[in-house]
């Protein structure tokens, strides 16, 4: 079992809340998002991933929202940029 599969596996209790930081920015590369993942054990970071998703993926929109909401679900801190409009993506301000 991979690290990655302990995050994804553990209880709803165990989690703390978690942030998603978005911010919408021009992006070179004719890339369509940057995602890092922060990812965490006992409260303390073990480690960091970023993806690039690429604006001419068929399916970018549903890339974006399997890499970040899987990322969230698993207790990890998000932040995003993207060239998409927040709210294009059903993601709103609290």
């Given at each position: 079992?991979?690290?990655?599969?302990k995050?994804?596996?553990r209880?709803?209790?165990?989690?703390?809340?978690?942030?998603?930081?978005?911010?919408?920015?021009?992006?070179q590369?004719?890339?369509?998002?940057?995602?890092?993942?922060?990812?965490f054990?006992?409260?303390?970071?073990?480690?960091v991933?970023?993806?690039?998703?690429?604006?001419?993926?068929m399916?970018?929109?549903?890339?974006?929202?399997?890499?970040?909401?899987?990322?969230?679900?698993?207790?990890?801190?998000?932040?995003?940029?993207?060239?998409?409009?927040?709210?294009n993506?059903?993601?709103?301000?609290?």
């Open positions: 079992m991979s690290w990655l599969d995050f994804r596996n209880k709803p209790e165990d989690y703390r809340g978690r942030t998603l930081y978005y911010q919408q920015d021009k992006l590369n004719e890339f369509y998002a940057v995602v890092r993942i922060s990812w054990k006992d409260d303390k970071v073990c480690g991933t970023e993806s690039k998703i690429d604006a001419y993926d399916d970018v929109v549903m890339e974006f929202t399997d890499i970040v909401g899987n990322a969230l679900r698993a207790g990890a801190d998000v932040s995003v940029v993207c060239i998409e409009d927040p709210e993506l059903g993601i709103y301000a609290t």
